[in-house]
Each structure stands twice: as C-alpha cells, then as structure tokens.
C-alpha cells in the first residue's frame, strides 16, 4: 500500500505549500511507494512553483494530474494547473514529441468526461493564442481516434467499413475548430467502439473506464 507524506514546507524554497493539491498528486507519482517516510530515500515534497520551474517539472506536473486517483481529481486542478504553467512561461505553443501541449492533450483525454473543454480552450487561447486552442483541439481529438483504434483492435474487432470510417473521422479531426465538436467526436467514437463490443465479447474491457464522471462537460 503506497503512503503519500506531504511535508508543509517546500523542498527546494522552504515556503509554505498551504492547501495547493498539486504538490500531493506529483508526490503520489513520483514516489509511489511511500519513501517519503524514509528521508534518506525521500524526493522532497515541492511546491508548485518550483515544480513548474523547469519543462521536466511541468511534465511530470501534468502526468501526476493525469495518472491521479479518481477520487483525488477535480475540475479545478486542471484550470488551476494551466493557469500556474502560463505564469510559469510553460504555455508556449510546443506541439512538437516533448511540448507541454502534448502531455496537456493526454491529460485532457484522460479526465474528458469530468471537464469543461470550453474553459480549458478558453484558457489556451488566452495564454496561447487562438490557433494554439485550434491546434490543441484537433491534437485531442487525433489522438483520441488513435486510442479509438487501438481498443478496437486488441479487441480484435476486424470490419471491412473501419478503414473507411477511421478515414472519416481521421478527415472530421483535421477540421475541427470548437470544443463542441470535440465533444460530439468523443461520442461518436464511444459509439463505435460500443458497437465492436457486440461482436468481441473481450471488447467489454476495453469500454470507456467508470471514472466516476457524470456526463462531459463541454
């Protein structure tokens, strides 16, 4: 059983943490084991400035919120998240392997079902600029097609009208310009690998994961 000990003080500059949640969720991923209890063995706890002072800790902050327990992620996290990175200087349009926005779209995916897309886009565009939150969106859907189709095949669900379909949606995202379509893809691609199910019993577990969400927020 993994133990999280979060000191009150930063590692690095000795100030305060306070009621920040973020320093908890990377102390949850980058020391899963509890050593923290062990100081000679301990990371340091630190607080979110200084996570988001350089690019691997801004990275590492994402995939802490991404990898979070259900039960330990909020709506507000994210908002407050993307708002610390573009005060950290972090919110530059980077689309390329190692950008922000790359780990930023996996994290978004993630949690799609307990999020408002239009407050994240809003917040993009703002930081970012307008053709970032556009780059962003189609980025997000793309990637959620990949993940699409990677379910439907290790269900081993082989149609002949996939390639056509996965083309169409392929095209769908590469047009892309409002969070409400974002939304409407999403559906259509549940809808989809929803079918497949029926015809691969093993498909059942790779449905959309219980996440405790009640509806997407858009």
Request: glycine share 6%.
């Amino acid at each position: 059983m993994s133990v999280s000990v979060v000191e009150d003080l930063c590692h690095k500059c000795q100030q305060h943490i306070g009621q920040d949640p973020m320093p908890e969720l990377v102390q949850l991923f980058v020391d899963p084991l509890g050593w923290a209890m062990q100081p000679e063995r301990s990371v340091g706890t630190v607080c979110t400035e200084c996570q988001l002072a350089t690019d691997d800790g801004a990275i590492d902050a994402i995939l802490a919120m991404q990898h979070a327990p259900s039960h330990k992620f909020t709506p507000e996290i994210l908002d407050n998240l993307l708002v610390d990175l573009g005060l950290a200087g972090k919110m530059v349009p980077d689309f390329g392997p190692t950008g922000v926005f790359i780990y930023l779209i996996a994290a978004v995916y993630q949690w799609r079902y307990r999020v408002k897309l239009l407050d994240i886009c809003n917040a993009i565009a703002v930081m970012a600029g307008p053709d970032a939150e556009v780059r962003f969106l189609r980025l997000l859907a793309q990637h959620a097609l990949m993940v699409n189709v990677r379910q439907l095949l290790d269900c081993g669900i082989v149609d002949d009208g996939a390639p056509e379909d996965t083309a169409f949606m392929a095209d769908w995202s590469a047009a892309i310009v409002h969070p409400s379509e974002v939304s409407l893809f999403f559906v259509k691609l549940d809808e989809r690998l929803n079918q497949g199910r029926f015809l691969n019993n093993s498909c059942a577990s790779a449905s959309v994961p219980d996440d405790g969400s009640e509806g997407m927020g858009v």
